[in-house]
């Protein structure tokens, strides 16, 4: 074979690889293209929260700088999208005061939420002598004597979107539900033993993604 011949199979294997990694380069990009468009046609819109109620089964600041409570809090999340699921891949429920974690964390099982669906979760969250900030120990004493205290119960997660087989990437769920409980008219809230009381809200909550 001469040097000629050789050079010419060799640019013809060259032209073929090339035809070979732009035909894949064009498919990849009519496929990506395929989903963006879908994307912004469907554009997701966040789901829904409400802090339906809030059972309070301790709250002891007697402790200077530390306080004991316990809450069980009934959330409802509610999917708008009508060709659009989706996956909670982390939900961690706990109590603010006043921009103070007072309360562990309490994880909520992932779930799947179709087109229009409504889930309920009711965790409880908890903490026992959690320290409290000086200049927030003396706001929470003052807010306990005039018997009402605003915290705002919070969910920090992460979700996935489902649009028919393709699942987005994780996306970052921050949901805040403020729950205002009046501890000196009880009578505002029910009974439901050992002296726990359940407050009625039904709360709209702020949902950031």
């Known amino acids: 074979m001469s040097v000629k011949e050789c050079n010419h199979h060799k ?4 032209k073929i690889f090339q035809r070979i990694f732009w035909g894949i380069v064009i498919f990849l990009f009519i496929i990506l293209l395929t989903i ?11 789901p829904t929260f409400i802090l339906q109620d809030i059972t309070v089964y301790a709250f002891n600041a007697t402790v200077p700088n530390f306080l004991t409570s316990n809450f ?11 060709k659009i699921g989706v996956y909670y891949d982390r939900l961690d429920t706990y109590v603010v005061y006043r921009s103070q974690q007072i309360t562990l964390r309490t994880a909520i099982p992932p779930s799947y939420q ?12 908890y903490g026992n002598n959690v320290p409290v900030a000086p200049y927030n120990f003396v706001a929470l004493s003052q807010d306990q004597s005039n018997g009402n205290i605003l915290v705002t119960v919070n969910i ?19 949901i805040r539900c403020p729950a205002y ?6 009578n505002n809230g029910i009974f439901v033993g050992n002296n726990a009381v359940k407050y009625q809200l039904v709360q709209q909550c702020t949902v950031s993604v």
């Open 11 to 14: 640019d013809k294997k060259k």
């Open 36 to 46: 963006l468009i879908v994307w912004a046609t469907l554009r997701p819109t966040k």
């Open 72 to 82: 069980q809090v009934t959330l409802s999340s509610r999917n708008p999208n009508d």
């Open 114 to 125: 179709g087109h229009k669906e409504v889930d309920v979760w009711s965790p409880f969250v």
């Open 156 to 174: 920090d997660g992460s979700v996935r979107w489902k649009v028919g087989t393709f699942i987005s990437g994780h996306y970052h769920i921050y």
């Open 181 to 186: 409980i009046n501890f000196g008219a009880q």
